[in-house]
């Protein structure tokens, strides 16, 4: 469980006692969409049962009336008999081979339903859960969990109905046949319920253990295959660390299931050794019965039948009896998958939230008194207003990551973030497209609240570049299509033109085909933001939000990403987390953000003349940084000096 975030993942507890009525209704819910087969699969198991008691009685028929019979066999009968003691079975195995097979085959569906709906639900779950949540928890309740319900969806439920009906007839049968037979099989019963419910429990207790385990390694996994897991594990020498990590969450994982497997065959053996006895005790009692003197009260044939009868049963018996126990453990499994699907998705579309097309998008973007925490609550009442006095050197604890922001954006200007470390303007940035949603005041887009704007619109409208680059494992082309799937092949190489990335696609093995390695590795830094370039070219959004890369490129990569993000801003709203003297000296307006506050506000040359933290910054981080960018003069060196226009040729 992690405390202190919004999302609790928790393991079902074990001693939460039997399983819930509540998730019982649910699963038998995931099969609704199948009523019509199902009904179907009822109808060929319920016959198939009642078969398989016809046998039993047409033995003591055969042993009383047409084997030992008074007077000798009675051929013409036996044969009868014989023939629909052959016919019966093969009937009974057809349909069950039917029912299997459909029973398959819905099993199979419910289970794609589920992963489809659990993933159809991740994907709606806000930023915030992602955060919170390992990669490989959440990987593991998709493969793992589901994965161990299957053989309860696929299976038991057939498997309990005919059990059931082969139990219920044969008992009925046994009772036509002789009660104190029946009465005497039965005296063991208790035991085994007694037996079956502790060994439930230990095995619910484990197959909780075992799936967050599982959830651990894929974690684990997860975190160190990776390429960054990688390169950091290398770089720090820690692989045999990491091979026992990963060797002693697998040791886990192996003693639990080694507990899980023992727990069910230690029970299985204890059940057909009383099923092996229990044949040897109805022969002691027939004799003790039929000792009495005179006729005997129980013939052979009833004895051979009520024992065949009672052998038919006690396998599906065992069989319930250990059902009930993967039962419990698959319970436990559905709780976790229904636990994420359960998960609130937070942002949603406010009732009553308008379409917004992209091309009516003027792009005015307000902060409107923003209040903001990344664990607070969505509507939060913020606390005292900050001290006016608070400044720079105030080293108070934070309680909000954003305080009262209050600015305006024009359609079509650049606005540049800028402050130290922790400041909040990557958190701002979020805010925009609704990855967050504010605790108090509003972000609005052309005068209206983000919230009341559909979030498939907000989508839309929205380019959003990040620092780290994120290339899907596919080709270019289709990397490229991701924010406008319908784009002609002109368009993507107009977008990749002006991004200053074609050429270099030319160049590749397959051009626009070849795979890019997960996560793009197989280009270059500055290559990989150009392709990110490309896909929000081709996108076109009305509003862009670009955080700079802090990696410094070589000289000739950096004027290649400048070069490609220069169209791609020209007309439309930037917001830009800025890294790059170039963005800074082009923007409309400047935003100094310090611990969450906008403590400054204008353009470069009004923000160095004030002198304030913005002129500070300016010094440490943009004049000692690796670029160059244009101003009005001409370009401006790293070193800050400024170059006329005339000599541009000779910079590049
Ligand atoms: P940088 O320039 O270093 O990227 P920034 O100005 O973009 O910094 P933010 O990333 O917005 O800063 O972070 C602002 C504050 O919020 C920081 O103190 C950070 O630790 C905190 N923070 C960021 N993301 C989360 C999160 N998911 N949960 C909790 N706190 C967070």
Known sequence: MRRGTHFHVTIPDPDAGPVKVSTIRRVAGTFRPYKRTVRVIVAAILLAAMLGVVNPILIKIIFDRALFVPGGVRLDLLLGLVGLMILIPIAAAGLGIY???????????????????????????????????????????????????QVVVTDTASTILSNSVVILSSVVAMLILSWQLTLLSFVTLPFFLWLMRRVGKARQQVAAST?????????????????????????????????????????????????????????????????????????????????????????????VAFTTLQSRMFFPMGQMLEIGVEVQSAMALFDRVFEYLDMPHEIVDRPGARAVPKE?????????????????????????????AAGDGDRR??????????????????AALV??????????????????????????????????????SLGEMMGIVT??????????????????????????????????????????????????????????????QRLAIARVVLKDPRILILDEAT??????????????????????????????????????????????????????TELLRHGGLYA?????????????AECEDGLVLASGRVVPRSTDAKIN
């Open 551 to 604: 990696s410094s490129l070589d000289t000739t990569s950096e004027r290649l990403v400048q070069e490609a993000l220069r169209p791609l801003m020209a007309g439309r709203t930037t917001i830009a987390i800025a890294h790059r003297l170039s963005t800074i000296l082009a923007a409309d307006v400047i935003f100094v953000l310090d611990r969450g506050r906008v403590v400054e506000r204008g353009t470069h």
């Open 616 to 628: 500070r910054l300016y010094q440490e981080q943009f004049r000692g940084g690796q670029v160059e």
């Open 360 to 388: 009516r998008v003027e792009g005015r973007i307000r902060f409107r008194n923003v209040w903001f925490r990344y664990d607070g609550p969505p509507e939060a009442t913020p606390v005292s207003p900050p001290d006016a």
């Open 467 to 528: 620092q780290e680059t994120f290339l899907f494992h596919s080709t270019v082309r289709e990397n490229l299509l991701y924010g406008r799937p319908d784009a002609t092949q002109e368009q993507l190489e107009a977008a990749a033109r002006a991004a200053f990335i074609h050429e270099r696609i030319a160049e590749l093995p397959d051009g626009y085909d070849t795979t890019v390695g997960e996560r793009g590795y197989r280009l270059s830094g500055g290559e990989k």
């Open 99 to 149: 029912h299997t097979y459909l029973s398959n085959l819905v099993g199979q569906r419910v289970m794609q339903d589920l992963r489809n709906s659990l993933y159809e639900h991740l994907q709606g779950m806000p930023l915030r859960f992602f955060t919170t949540t390992r990669t490989g928890e959440i990987q593991s309740r998709l493969a793992n969990d589901i994965g161990g319900v």
């Open 397 to 414: 604890p934070r309680e909000w990551t954003l305080e009262d922001v209050d600015l305006e954006i024009e359609p079509g200007q650049l």
């Open 211 to 303: 799936q967050s385990s599982m959830a651990d390694i894929s974690a684990v996994a997860e975190e160190t295959l990776s390429v960054s897991g990688m390169v950091l594990s290398k770089a720090f020498g820690r692989r045999h660390h990491e091979i026992q990590r990963f060797r002693r969450e697998n040791e886990r994982l192996t003693a639990l299931q080694i507990r899980q497997q023992m727990i069910g065959r230690a029970f299985s053996n204890v059940i057909y050794a009383f099923f092996s006895i229990t044949p040897a005790l109805v022969y002691l009692v027939a004799g003790l019965v039929n000792s009495g003197g005179g006729r005997a009260v129980l013939t052979a044939g009833t004895v």
């Open 419 to 456: 402050g130290p470390s922790g400041a909040g303007k990557t958190t701002m940035t979020y805010l925009v497209p609704r990855f967050y949603d504010v605790q108090r005041g509003a972000v609005e887009i052309d005068g209206a609240d983000v919230r009341d704007i559909k979030l498939e």
